[in-house]
Nanobody
Framework: QVQLVESGGGLVQAGGSLRLSCAASGRIININEMSWYRQAPGKLRESVAGISRSYTTYYTGSVKGRFTISRDNAKKTVYLQMNNLTPEDTAVYYC??????????????WGQGTQVTVSS
């Protein structure tokens, strides 16, 4: 079974930084897009950033210039470097991979979520 395990969340003061990681395991032939989502209390889950196999990136406007997404294909891992954090960034962050396994298990997979709390 494909599994995604996240790490790196925590409590930080406004203006601080965190680096999130998400690593996949299991029978995987290829990972297409790797992306990050977040969900704040009482809010809908929103897309934060994504990176393609060709290393094309996108960011939602509220994080552009502060967050950087990157990937390491050998480690099957995506990272999200978050700088100059604000309380509005407080949320549970989820990674999502578009995985090709060569069988019916191909598809999108979610990490378990990691809490990011930014205090003022």
């Amino acid at each position: 079974q494909v599994q995604l395990v996240e790490s790196g969340g925590g409590l930080v003061q406004a203006g601080g930084s965190l680096r999130l990681s998400c690593a996949a395991s299991g029978r995987i032939i290829n990972i297409n897009e790797m992306s990050w989502y977040r969900q704040a209390p009482g809010k809908l889950r929103e897309s934060v950033a994504g990176i393609s196999r060709s290393y094309t990136t996108y960011y939602t406007g509220s994080v552009k210039g502060r967050f950087t997404i990157s990937r390491d294909n050998a480690k099957k891992t995506v990272y999200l470097q978050m700088n100059n954090l604000t309380p509005e960034d407080t949320a549970v962050y989820y990674c999502n991979f578009d995985v090709y396994t060569g069988d019916k298990l191909s598809g999108h997979y979610w990490g378990q979520g990691t809490q990011v709390t930014v205090s003022s």
